[in-house]
């Protein structure tokens, strides 16, 4: 089981940005393609990016491209979600999550989840 732990959420003010980290458990980090997912309230879960095993491959949700960055830190069991040019409409809790697929986009397709962080983007 890999159990994963968010950090970096807060308030920030439309413009500015916020640098999200997801910690891992598991030693075999690199057996887990790796996501990031975000809820507003009154909202479904929806994608936001994942970054492949090796972190050389990355897909995004297309509204978000350009402004939001995916990464990874294999020696760290990290991953990383940078928010550029943030709007109210970001304000959401944001979740990491794990899974065994290539490079997953679909909740079904993730078998880990974190208990989130929340972002706040005032106006």
């Known amino acids: 089981q890999v159990q994963l732990v968010e950090s970096g959420g807060g308030l920030v003010q439309a413009g500015g940005s916020r640098n999200l980290s997801c910690a891992a458990s598991r030693r075999t980090f690199t057996t887990y393609a790796m996501g990031w997912f975000r809820q507003a309230p009154g909202k479904e879960r929806e994608f936001v990016a994942s970054?492949?095993?090796?972190?050389?491959?990355?897909y995004y949700k297309d509204s978000l491209k350009g402004r939001f960055t995916i990464s990874r830190d294999n020696a760290k069991n990290t991953v990383l979600l940078q928010l550029n040019s943030l709007k109210p409409e970001d304000t959401a809790v944001y979740y990491c999550?794990?899974?065994?697929?290539?490079?997953?986009?679909?909740?079904?397709?993730?078998?880990?989840w974190g208990q989130g962080t929340q972002v706040t983007v005032s106006s």
């Open positions: 999550a794990a899974s065994l697929r290539a490079l997953p986009s679909m909740k079904s397709d993730y078998a880990y």
């Open positions: 970054i492949s095993r090796s972190g050389a491959g990355t």
